[in-house]
């Protein structure tokens, strides 16, 4: 049974960061892109960064490109989502999702087929 779960929500003031972590186990997650979308009050959920599996291609939404960045660690089997310069717009449930293949950029949901529970990100005026 594959789960994914995210940690490291939480409050923070405009301006500052924090660091999602998502620990992944059930399937090989080093075969796999992983991607992180977010979903607001009253709002879809969206894209925020997609990690093929090496690492070796990062893709962001242009909302986040330049103040996020993703990362992994396969020998953690953790994907990692830093946030810096938060604005209150960044507010969100935050989701780690597993992709169905190990490349490419799709920022469609329905590429990815396991998801966490959700994390929440508060970021105060």
């Known amino acids: 049974q594959v789960q994914l779960v995210e940690s490291g929500g939480g409050l923070v003031q405009a301006g500052g960061s924090l660091r999602l972590s998502c620990a992944a186990s059930g399937r090989t997650f080093s075969a796999y892109a992983m991607g992180w979308f977010r979903q607001a009050p009253g709002k879809e959920r969206e894209f925020v960064a997609r990690?093929?599996?090496?690492?070796?291609?990062?893709y962001y939404a242009d909302s986040v490109k330049g103040r996020f960045t993703i990362s992994r660690d396969n020998a953690k089997n953790t994907v990692y989502l830093q946030m810096n310069s938060l604005k209150p717009e960044d507010t969100a449930v935050y989701y780690c999702a597993s992709g169905r293949t190990a490349w490419g950029t799709s920022r469609n949901r329905n590429d990815y087929d396991y998801w966490g529970q959700g994390t929440q990100v508060t970021v105060s005026s």
């Open positions: 990690i093929t599996w090496s690492g070796t291609g990062t």
